[in-house]
């Protein structure tokens, strides 16, 4: 019997290594959630990595960033996370866009999933777009601390999984024109939001599971939960309770027909 | 140039589903798979499945010698829809066997003969055909007005679970 | 699209390629090769308009190449529609009231 480093993860599957090694993903966002998936993702096995994050380390970043460390403030964040991959999976194919996403989303196109960090709903929607016109699946993270009482916080945070064909972000509530467009006024008035690592890291790993269920056939379930919501007070995960709403229903955000580059001409080069 | 057809699990399944129907007197079903293109990065050209076009049953001649037959009518239909929208078609059947299928050398002189009729309504796109077993798949893709197919490198499922067909040889 | 035939063909005066197209459940009008005119020079670059809500603005326009320092409002940003990059600025209430023409020289005017 072979006794390497995946041999404890042989569960997955006989061909989970050969997969993880295969699968291109891109992470969407590196800091608190973005880096305990990148991590993750090179422990598992996965090799080709895609990261997008257009800022640099700073200071508060430090209490969540996982890999990041004191020396690293005006790094890339792409810089520090590829140090960390290649640490545990030497080897592995890691790519750095410290852009914005929209300025090198061709470099998503190819991916088998996409991770989304994003604190911004505006963003979300507009890379739950992008994945939907390309069929790939994006399973986004998020987390917010809310003062409720003087002195007395919640954490919430949500793992939602947009597969095309199935029910979107719209769908479920979660974007809406109320909430980019509240988003919208508040620009520049956002402050920084308090952001801590435990919760990245619950919402981060289930996210990973999510995305290994949807590559290896490990557990043989026929029902993908899209929307875990995660009660940070009460250490919870639950499904959504907006999902028993979604039951047969289409999206009519995403038309199946509507995929595809509507600029595509043979040999003309990408916008 | 490296050609990959992207399709969800669920166009998949119809496309199972109504290639699994009996038909009268047709021994087997054939359908359409509407596409629309994108070229990746790497230069790769993806062909994402849209649409899902079945042949209606008035649609298969009588021909016992073959596994079926269409009439002008089906390709008339499927025409249309390439007229009317900027897309690639793809000729879908299904072979009764698992493990990878292949086509057949009457699957390979018939196409030769319909596939140029899809540049006539929609020039400048591939078109190309799809052959299923019960478990795998294999496509044919031909660049406009060329007459050597090439063979889709990756057919990918995107869907819960996700599934790829590589045919990297 | 709730766009008439009639605003379409008002639009062709200004841009006789404009063609509908949707992503994500918000329709756009494409404007290949729009003429844009800013500091005196005019410039041509694929455009689109949006007559309807977007990222909290009434109306917005779109452009293939971003014009950093020129337009009122200034605030660029990037953003991904129909599978490709566009630019835009913070150019605040063209109200989704107006007629198609007259929606699209509001937001070019603010470019000029």
């Known amino acids: 019997m072979t006794n390497n480093r995946f041999t404890r993860q042989s569960f997955l599957g006989l061909d989970s290594d050969r997969t993880f090694s295969r699968a291109v993903v891109a992470i969407i966002g590196v800091c608190g959630g973005g880096s305990h998936i990148a991590q993750q993702l090179a422990y598992l096995g996965f090799r080709n990595l895609r990261l997008f994050d257009p800022d640099h380390v700073q200071e508060p970043n430090l209490n969540r960033m996982v890999g990041s460390f004191p020396g690293d403030t005006t790094k890339n964040k792409t810089d520090v996370i590829r140090d960390q991959v290649l640490r545990i999976q030497p080897g592995a194919s890691v790519e750095l866009f410290p852009f914005k996403w929209q300025e090198q989303h061709a470099a998503l196109r190819d991916s088998s999933i996409v991770f989304g960090c994003l604190d911004n709903f505006g963003q979300r929607d507009e890379l739950e777009a992008y994945c939907r016109r390309f069929l790939i699946p994006y399973i986004d993270i998020g987390m917010d601390v809310h003062e409720v009482a003087k002195g007395q916080f919640s954490i919430s945070g949500q793992i939602i999984t947009s597969l095309p064909a199935e029910p979107c972000m719209r769908c479920m509530g979660f974007i809406t024109e109320e909430r980019i467009a509240r988003e919208a006024e508040r620009y520049g008035d956002a402050g920084d939001r308090p952001q801590v690592i435990w919760p990245n890291g619950v919402l981060a790993s289930t996210a990973v599971g999510v995305g290994v269920s949807l590559l290896t056939p490990w557990c043989n379930f026929s029902e993908l939960i899209p929307f875990i919501e995660y009660d940070g007070n009460r250490h919870v995960l639950r499904p959504s309770s907006v999902l028993s709403m979604l039951q047969g229903r289409e999206c009519p955000h995403y038309p199946s027909d509507a995929v595809g580059d509507p600029f595509w001409q043979l040999g003309r080069k990408l916008h | 140039m490296t050609l990959h057809l992207r399709l969800t699990g669920k166009l998949f399944e119809r496309l199972h589903d109504d290639l699994s129907r009996r038909h009268q007197h047709s021994a087997e079903r054939v359908a359409f798979m509407s596409c629309l293109a994108a070229t990746m990065k790497d230069g790769t050209l993806a062909l994402l499945g849209a649409g899902f076009h079945p042949v209606a049953d008035d649609d298969y001649e009588r021909d016992p010698s073959v596994g079926a037959m269409l009439r002008a009518s089906a390709f008339r239909n499927v025409l249309q829809i390439a007229y009317n929208c900027p897309v690639s078609m793809l000729h879908v059947h299904r072979h009764e066997h698992r493990g990878m299928p292949w086509f057949s050398d009457v699957d390979l002189r018939e196409a030769h003969k319909y596939v140029p009729d899809f540049w006539k309504v929609r020039p400048g796109f591939p078109h190309g055909i799809l052959v299923l077993s019960h478990d795998s798949a294999a496509g044919l893709i031909w660049m406009p007005d060329s007459g050597v197919p090439s063979r889709l490198r990756r057919i990918s499922l995107v869907g819960a679970p996700m599934r790829e067909i590589r045919h990297d040889k | ?112």
Request: aromatic share 8%; proline share 7%; with cysteine.
């Open chain 3, 1 to 112: 699209m709730s766009e008439t035939k009639d605003e379409l063909d008002d639009l062709r005066a200004i841009c006789p390629e404009v063609s509908s197209i949707s992503d994500g459940g918000k329709d756009y009008l494409l404007l290949p090769q729009l003429k844009v005119t800013t500091d005196g020079k005019v410039l041509r670059m694929d455009a689109l308009l949006r007559p309807g809500e977007h990222s909290g603005y009434r109306t917005r326009l779109f452009l293939a190449e971003p014009l950093p320092g020129k337009g009122r409002g200034g605030g660029w940003s990037v953003h991904s529609i129909c599978g490709r990059v566009w630019h835009t600025w913070s150019w605040k209430d063209v109200p989704e009231t107006l007629p198609l023409p007259q929606m699209l020289l509001e937001h070019l005017w603010a470019l000029r």
